[in-house]
């Protein structure tokens, strides 16, 4: 091999001995950025010539190749340890979300516990009143109470015309055959957000596509969805004398605002639209827009007249019944001017 001194380093060999000489070349300006190399053997010899810029460039890829390991080497252990950090974050965090939800299950068994108290101790806060009552009016200090209102109202000397009249003005029944009350009117769990809230109206069992019916003879105030209560699709009917009924989470409605129905007409099917957990009928009854206890209203009727001015106390029963006896009695004598319409609408 010749390099810039002017030497030759020559290798040569038989086929069981190998051996170098050095010897002395003459240098060409062409060669000197070149390396030759000469391999002797019984043969003959041959020479390979390297470029110098070519050794180089070989140089450089190798130390490139070199940067690359070392930089994807790098480049992994970050990334490695980047993972193992967000590893160790992700098992904090589900350390924190756990000890959250077991907070908060503590904290809704403390919230149910509590409202069962309160509860409880409403019950017995109306007992002790009702027993102080009792109490004064044995010792004195509080005359007795008036007659009732069942009493002061005179049904008996109501004519069985007046007694329709009123059945088929006021709701009165059931709006589907089941008659099965699931949930009452008053205060009670919310079915879907778990808390006690007061319900406006009863809850009756009714599959879906159950028929309702109208319960008193009125006009179609409302048939459509109606968003804001969480009712879905829902009928509101308005009565004579100020009562209206509201029909809720139906399947399908079968009238239209501002049409005639009467008692016992069909305005629909039951469903589970709106805010509901289960098929059945939300039903309401309301006077001058004042919701009452349906229960009195559902068990109304000719065979048990009287319930409903027993249970319910706050409608003017009396004057009521008065406007109900002076309109039959106009009724009955066809000569007489016609009888002005009762019929109350809301504004």
């Known amino acids: 091999m010749a390099d810039r001194t002017g030497f030759a380093y020559t290798a040569a060999g038989d086929d069981n001995d190998w051996f170098c000489k050095l010897q002395p070349v003459d240098l060409n300006p062409s060669m000197r950025n070149r390396y030759q190399i000469t391999v002797t053997s019984y043969r003959g010899a041959r020479h390979f010539t390297l470029n110098q810029l070519m050794r180089r460039g070989l140089l450089g890829a190798a130390s490139l190749l070199v940067l690359l390991f070392v930089g994807g080497s790098l480049l992994i252990h970050s990334l490695s340890t980047r993972v193992g950090h967000l590893s160790d974050e992700l098992a904090l965090l589900e350390s924190e979300r756990n000890a959250v939800q077991h907070e908060r299950s503590a904290l809704v068994e403390e919230r149910n516990r509590l409202e069962v108290e309160v509860e409880n101790k409403s019950h017995a806060l109306m007992a002790l009143g009702d027993e102080l009552e009792n109490i004064e009016i044995l010792i004195g200090l509080r005359d007795r109470p008036q007659r009732s209102l069942a009493q002061r109202v005179d049904t008996a000397s109501q004519t069985a015309f007046e007694k329709r009249l009123m ?159 002076n309109t039959a009695r106009a009724t009955e004598r066809p000569s007489l001017p016609p009888v002005q319409s009762w019929s109350a609408t809301l504004p």
């Open 167 to 325: 059945l088929n003005s006021i709701p009165s029944g059931y709006p589907v055959e089941s008659g099965q009350v699931t949930s009452p009117f008053g205060m009670r769990r919310h079915p879907i957000e778990e808390r006690m809230a007061k319900h406006g109206g009863v809850d009756l069992r009714a599959p879906r596509g159950t028929p309702i019916h109208a319960t008193a003879d009125g006009i179609v105030e409302w048939a459509a969805k109606h968003r804001s209560s969480g009712l879905g699709k829902m009928v509101r009917l308005v009565h004579n004398y100020g009562f209206s009924t509201v029909y809720g989470h139906m399947d399908e409605i079968a009238v239209s605002p501002g049409a005639y129905v009467q008692r016992g007409e069909l305005i629909g099917y039951s469903g589970n639209t709106g805010a509901s957990t289960a098929p059945h009928l939300h039903y309401e009854v309301r006077h001058l827009n004042q919701r009452l206890d349906p229960a009195p209203f559902l068990r109304w009727s000719m065979a048990d007249y009287d319930i409903l001015f027993v249970k319910e106390n706050r409608v003017e029963w009396e004057s009521l019944v008065e406007v109900v006896r």
